[in-house]
Every structure is written in structure tokens, then in C-alpha cells.
């Protein structure tokens, strides 16, 4: 692999700094794969892709009648975190938890923070994954989101922003695992005296999450993993990390709540259920509540949350701090509720019901990026730079029909990797999504999932719109 | 265990051996056919009507392939989607049914099956198949004796092992019972022929070296019959897949050998009496069509149909 060739970009470069000198984080490494020859290094690209194929580590694209399983498509070239970076990040990360656990536990109870004035009573009533019938109704250890995985993109001048946080279902963490594997196994030689953290103790750090909100006495909680099936785009990540943990995953079909109980049909009849991980969105849990068509959820199961006789990870509700818009407040309720100054920056957010914002926003489509208030997966988006004049219009239809459910940034030319093109290296758009659990304790995972634009000077990273992913390694010192 | 698993490690195994089978069945099919056509003995459609017949996929068959053609009947049993039960369609059940259990089962029989449904999928695989039926064949029976070889030598001897030993013996006894019928429908009247196609029923079932040692190389419709039918030692024949499949469903339910608490013990049970009063060479032909027939019936008994109509049995 030649790295004389590589250049940086007018932006943030990962692996060079302005001057085009390599980052002394990265020389290790990015000597070892220098010493690769052409056809060393694309044997093992083709082992790489082999592995991964034969392992069915795939995920599912929707709206493609064709091509249910990929591969997500994998570069070898690890993102590398130094030490000092990552404490920074894990500091913010565990303040913005607990700042959004404590809003999420506000909301749903004496509703301060609006009483107060901090934030307006239709950021929260108008979310749509508010749910006022679960106002007054308790949670075990008062926990809301158990696992976040919170997205974060490098500026032009490097600095971590907050691009938003995903405190439902987040996924991806398979891949974080199965990536490193995939690299120890491929690339062994990169990681002698690297000093590379370990990921491979999340499954048990999330097991130990789930069993922390069991609600009866009970040493050996009945936890399982409710999937929404195989033909859903994370089943590998549900059946992998059940798999890992060493519970049941379960189908709605499996469960039934009978008297305010949750049990699970066995070959040797019904066994009670504590905590159920939940990789369906509220909306499916449970037709006699949410979605009367939905076929994927167990009737009566939020019947048995709110006795507390079963607990959800995450909770009921939690889409309503995971919400763009609320995004927009998350470094308000951090000095609310914390009384300290966020420790992460975020991305200035133009909200389209602020009559001045709206105003803003309509004048400058092809300046600005454009997103639903509660998509997610880069779906309902629009990047006015590169967008076409109807694409612009069309935003410009749905923005001025419901201005809550749109939020607008300004574009953020984030982070270059260097990623391998056609046997060269390139300069790609990279995010990074660290996973935290909220437990007895709040634990980060080192590293988290960085994505990566393939295709060139594109900004989307999404698996589902042509992402890929790296390893990311956080450096023990 | 969950009963969902149950019924997906069952038919997963079930529809792993049946591709098994199948690919054993096609092969041996196309070499006898060469034979026939090269002695100008009969058409080829006339060739395949028993064996299609005795895959319960004639009629489906005549509806797709009006005027068949060379090969399509192959075909129809290999990379026919249309057919659910060609060979394509079973490993492809087979992956849909592991990709529910993959938690369950070990890696290797995951990543084994995955590279077996890889392969029947790929350019590759049809261009194999193309060029060369027979190493085409040959590595689906690899691949499923390699899948069970894995399953034997990693996982646990739990409830879930139980549940893949039923699959794969009920569907071993059905499919033999299957190939018996082949012949049984249309004697050939002439005993050099009838000798050959037996042979053939032997191949099918992997038989042809035990037969060979127990009764040197002269083939008898009666001893094929005892041999595939009535053997307690032949791994494949009826009785031994029947006694190992009531052991197993004792196990899982932990009643006694010879006492039964649920039906499914009440019929493999029965089967077994049958089989041991029949007795082997005595009453053939009578009582063996009716033998084998009940054999497949009562073989989608003891699982009942969840709602998974993708892995359904054959509809008979």
C-alpha cells in the first residue's frame, strides 16, 4: 500500500495534518500496511470479503426486491483514536446520558424543565414518540435509555460534534466486534505493540445492563432479545448478540402476557420473562396499545411493563429525546439538570416552527442539510448542495406543510480517512458511533462503529445508502 | 427451549437431508438414464415419471413443464425454485430455518451451510452443474454429510440436538421408503434390467457397498427390499431411522422406551411393531407398500406445523 501519494483535503484528514505529515498516532500502523506489497495486500482483501461472506455477517436492504442479504462492505484501514481524544469523548458521552436520562425521567414525571421554561412544552408534546400514557409510570432504577449510540462527526478543525443521538434501537455494534475479529484474523501483524483497547467485553457489560433493571428478586433474571424477525436489516446484530450473551431470541410470537405477566413458550410449556432487550420500535410492541396491525409485538406486554412486572431496554418513550428537534436542546438540559458546560459540541440546528428559523431555512435549501425531526438511517433527508431543483422543491413542500417535523444544519464537510480505492488510498467521509450502556455503572465501549462514505465526496455513511465501516481503535495510552 | 426453535432446528435438518437425497436420487437417475438411452430402451419422460412420482411432484411437474424437454426434469428437481421441494428450495429452507437458530447451533455448521447455500446459488454453482452434474451432485452430498459430521462433533447433546437427530431420521426413512416405491411401481419384466435398477435404488441410498458385503454382488429385489426396509444395522434403512427417531422422542419427552405420553410415540411405536411382525423377505410385497407409505405419512406427524408455511412438508 503507497501512502507517498496520499494527500489531505481542505478539511479535517484523519491520518495527515495540514502539512501532509502523517499524525504520530498513526505511524505504527500506517507503517505496517506501508510494508504490504500489492499482491500480500490483495490477498488479504479477498480473504477479508471471504470471511465475511461465509460468516453471513450481512444486513437487509429495504427496497430492494432483489439483493435481501449484503455484505457490508469493510476497510482495512483502521481509524485510529489516541488516548487523550478519547477520554474527551467518553466524558461527553457519559454527561449526555445522564443528562438525557434525567430529561427522559423529567418528562415523564413533574415535567420541570418545562415548567421552568427550559425547554417548550411542543418540542416535547409535539414529538411524535412522546407517549403521554406512560406519564406517572415508573421504570426499574429509573433507567430510560439502557443503550445509546450516539453519533459524532469531526469539524474542519477536528473538533467531535454531535450529530445526533440514537436512544431507541441503536444498532451496529455487531459490526464493531465483528470487524476486530475479522482484522486480528486478517491483519495480525498491525497489532503487535499497538496498544489497541479491547472491545470483546460489551456482550457481557450488556448482559450485565439488562439484568441490572430485572424487577423481581431473582438471581438469575430470564432476560431475552425481541427481534422483529430474520427478515428484518439487523437481524445478524439480534441473533449475533444474543448469541454473545447467551439468551433467548425471541419473536413476538414467542411471547405471551397472560395476568400482567410476560412468558415465553418452551417445548416444556410457559417460563416467565424479566427483561426483554427490544430491537422493535414502540410502535410494534403491542397492538392492543400502539399499532393495532402490528404482528410483530405481544398484546397485553405494555399492560406488564407498566405493572413492572417486566422490564423494556430501552424503555417506552425514549424516541422523544432522540428527537431532532429535542436534539436541538440536549446542551440546555445538560447545564439544567447537570450544572456543568457540555463537554461535546453539537451542530447549530435551525428549528422550522421558530418563525425566524423557518424564515432562515426556506431562503437557504441549497446551503443547508435538511432532516425529519424522527427519521433515521439517512432516509427522509436532504443535502441541498448536492441536491437536484425538485429534490430542493419537494423539501420545500414538506417543510412549509409541517414545520415540526423539520430540522435544518448547516453542511459540516466532516472528517477524511484514508480508505482503499481500486488498490490506492482515498480520502472518505468518516462518522464514529461509540455505543454507552446505562447500567450500574455507564460504560463506553472503546471505539464505537466508524462509518465511511464510499462513494467519493459523499457525506452519507449509512449501511443502507452506500456506507461502509472500519475498525476504530482507541489507543490504551 | 423455545418451540419456534424446536421447529426450526427440525426442519432445518429435515430439509438438509433431503437435498441430501435429492442430489443422491438425480445423480443416479441420469447415469441410469444414459444407460437406457444409449440401449435406445424407452423415453426418457418414461424414465423419470416413477421418480418424479415418488418425489410427490409429478402433477407440479406436468404443470410447468407441459411438453418436457431433455433435462427438465433435472432441472425441475435441482435449481427450480418453482419446486419446493427441489434441491435449491431445500437449502435455501434449510439456511432461512439456521438463520433463525444461528444462536443454537455452532459456527460451523453455520458457516458450512451458508458456503453449501453459496454455492448453489452462484454463477459458479450453475456452471457447475453444466459442466459437470456429477462433482456438482457430489458436492451437495459432501457438503450435508460434512453439515452433520460438524453437528455430531460440536454441539451439546440437549433437547435442540434431539430435535435435529428427528429431522434428519424421519426424513432418512421417508426418503428411503421414497426410492423403494421407484421400483416397486414399475417392475421391469425383464431381470437383468430389474437387477440394474435396483442396483440403482441402492446407489441412491448410499447402500450399494453394504449390500454388497452382506450378499456379494448379485442383486435380489427381496434382499434390496430387507436390506432398505428391515435392517436394524443399515443406517439408512426404515427401521433403524424409525427405532432411532422413538428413542429420540423419548428423550425429549423422558417417558420410557416401550410406553408413550404423546402421539407422536404412539405412531413411531406402531410403525416399529409393524415393521418387526412384517418381518423381512415374509411378507413382501404385500404388506410393504402400505409399510412405507404410512412411514411418510406418520414422518410429518410428530412436529406439528407452526406457521411457517416456507418449510412445509410435502403435501401428500
New interface residues.
Given amino acids: 500500500m503507497k501512502l507517498t501519494d496520499y494527500r489531505g483535503a481542505n478539511l479535517f484528514d484523519e491520518l495527515v495534518d495540514a502539512q501532509g505529515a502523517i499524525r504520530p498516532y498513526y505511524r505504527g500502523v500506517a507503517d505496517k500496511l506501508a510494508g504490504l506489497g500489492p499482491e500480500e495486500l490483495g490477498h488479504k482483501l479477498r480473504s477479508l470479503e471471504l470471511l465475511f461472506?461465509?460468516?453471513?455477517i450481512t444486513f437487509t436492504v429495504y427496497g430492494d426486491e432483489q439483493g435481501t442479504e449484503r455484505v457490508f462492505p469493510f476497510d482495512p484501514f483502521p481509524r485510529v483514536i489516541p488516548h487523550h481524544e478519547w477520554e474527551t469523548i467518553e466524558a461527553g458521552l457519559v454527561q449526555r446520558i445522564t443528562a438525557l436520562n434525567l430529561f427522559l425521567y423529567d418528562v415523564y414525571h413533574e415535567q420541570r424543565i418545562i415548567k421552568d421554561g427550559v425547554v417548550p412544552p411542543e418540542v416535547v408534546f409535539g414529538a411524535s414518540h412522546y407517549r403521554p400514557e406512560f406519564v406517572g409510570v415508573s421504570v426499574p432504577k429509573d433507567a430510560y435509555i439502557h443503550v445509546c449510540g450516539t453519533d459524532l462527526i469531526r469539524d474542519r478543525d477536528g473538533r467531535y460534534l454531535v450529530l445526533e443521538d440514537n436512544g431507541r434501537c441503536p444498532s451496529g455494534v455487531s459490526y464493531v466486534l465483528e470487524n476486530r475479529a475479522a482484522m486480528k484474523r486478517v491483519f495480525p501483524h498491525l497489532f503487535g505493540a499497538s496498544g489497541v483497547r479491547p472491545v470483546d467485553t460489551y456482550p457481557s457489560d450488556l448482559l450485565a445492563t439488562l439484568r441490572h433493571v430485572a424487577p423481581r428478586e431473582n438471581p438469575n433474571p430470564n432476560v431475552v432479545l425481541l427481534t422483529p424477525?430474520?427478515h428484518n436489516s439487523a437481524?445478524f446484530e439480534h441473533?449475533?448478540l444474543?448469541?454473545q450473551m447467551?439468551i433467548?431470541?425471541?419473536?413476538g410470537?414467542?411471547l405471551i402476557a397472560l395476568d400482567g405477566f410476560v412468558y415465553?413458550?418452551?417445548?416444556?410449556g410457559l417460563r416467565q420473562v424479566d427483561v426483554i432487550y427490544r430491537r422493535i420500535d414502540d410502535d410494534f410492541l403491542d397492538p392492543q396499545v400502539f399499532r393495532k396491525d402490528s404482528c410483530l409485538g405481544v398484546p397485553g406486554l405494555v399492560d406488564a411493563v407498566r405493572r413492572g412486572n417486566v422490564a423494556l431496554a430501552n424503555a417506552i418513550g425514549t424516541g422523544v429525546a432522540d428527537d431532532k428537534v429535542t436534539y436541538a436542546y440536549v446542551p440546555d438540559m445538560i447545564r439544567y439538570y447537570l450544572c456543568q458546560e457540555p463537554i461535546l459540541d453539537q451542530v447549530p440546528t435551525y428549528l422550522a416552527w421558530r418563525p425566524d428559523d423557518f424564515r432562515y431555512i426556506l431562503e437557504n435549501l441549497p446551503k443547508l442539510v435538511v432532516k425529519a425531526a424522527n427519521e433515521s438511517g439517512g432516509y427522509g433527508m436532504l443535502i441541498g448542495p448536492t441536491a437536484t431543483a425538485a429534490e430542493i422543491e419537494e423539501f420545500r413542500r414538506r417543510v412549509t406543510a409541517t414545520p415540526r417535523n423539520y430540522i435544518a444544519q448547516p453542511v459540516v464537510n466532516f472528517s477524511q480517512h484514508p480508505t482503499l480505492v481500486d488498490g490506492g488510498l482515498e480520502g472518505r467521509h468518516v462518522d464514529l458511533r461509540p455505543f454507552v450502556l446505562w447500567g450500574d455503572t455507564v460504560k463506553v465501549l472503546p471505539g464505537g462503529l466508524t462509518r465511511v462514505a464510499l462513494k467519493r465526496g459523499s457525506l452519507v455513511v449509512n449501511s443502507s445508502q452506500g456506507g461502509g465501516s472500519k475498525d476504530t481503535w482507541v489507543l490504551a495510552a | 427451549m423455545l418451540s419456534r426453535v424446536a421447529d426450526h432446528l427440525y426442519w432445518m435438518s429435515r430439509q438438509m437431508e433431503r437435498a441430501e437425497n435429492l442430489a443422491r436420487l438425480v445423480r443416479v437417475s441420469e447415469e441410469m438414464l444414459l444407460d437406457d438411452e444409449s440401449l435406445g430402451r424407452g423415453s426418457a419422460q418414461e424414465y423419470w415419471t416413477p421418480v418424479l412420482a415418488a418425489t410427490a411432484m409429478e402433477g407440479a411437474f406436468r404443470g410447468l413443464y407441459p411438453e418436457p424437454r431433455q433435462g427438465d426434469a433435472a432441472r425441475f428437481l435441482t435449481l427450480d425454485l418453482r419446486n419446493p421441494d427441489s434441491i435449491l428450495s431445500c437449502i435455501k429452507q434449510a439456511r432461512e430455518n439456521a438463520r433463525s437458530v444461528r444462536d443454537k447451533i455452532s459456527d460451523e455448521m453455520w458457516t458450512e451451510l451458508n458456503a453449501l447455500h453459496m454455492l448453489v446459488t452462484s454463477p459458479e454453482g450453475a456452471q457447475l452443474l453444466a459442466r459437470s452434474p456429477h462433482s456438482f451432485y457430489e458436492k451437495i452430498i459432501a457438503s450435508s454429510m460434512l453439515f452433520d459430521g460438524i453437528t455430531e462433533a460440536t454441539l451439546t447433546r440437549d433437547e435442540g440436538w434431539n430435535f435435529l437427530q428427528l429431522g434428519r431420521l424421519l426424513e432418512r426413512a421417508d426418503m428411503t421408503s421414497r426410492f423403494l416405491d421407484i421400483r416397486s411401481q414399475t417392475p421391469a419384466g425383464d431381470s437383468a434390467l430389474e437387477s440394474l435398477q435396483w442396483g440403482a435404488v441402492l446407489r441412491a441410498c448410499s447402500a450399494h457397498a453394504s449390500y454388497r458385503r452382506l450378499h456379494g454382488g448379485e442383486i435380489s429385489v427381496e434382499r434390496v427390499v430387507d436390506l432398505l426396509l428391515f435392517s436394524n444395522e443399515f443406517p439408512r434403512s426404515v427401521r433403524h431411522c424409525l427405532r432411532r427417531a422413538d428413542e429420540v422422542l423419548h428423550d425429549i419427552s423422558g417417558t420410557p422406551t416401550g410406553r408413550y405420553s404423546n402421539p407422536c410415540e404412539k405412531i413411531t411405536g406402531a410403525l416399529l411393531a409393524r415393521l418387526s411382525f412384517a418381518g423381512p423377505g415374509r411378507s413382501w410385497p404385500a404388506g410393504f407398500m402400505p409399510t412405507s407409505t404410512s412411514c411418510r405419512r406418520s414422518s410429518t406427524a410428530p412436529v406439528r406445523r407452526s406457521s411457517r408455511p416456507t418449510c412445509c412438508c410435502r403435501a401428500r
Fill in positions: 461472506l461465509k460468516q453471513g424477525g430474520v437481524y441473533s449475533f444474543a448469541r447467551s433467548e431470541i425471541v419473536e410470537r414467542d415465553m413458550r418452551t417445548t416444556r
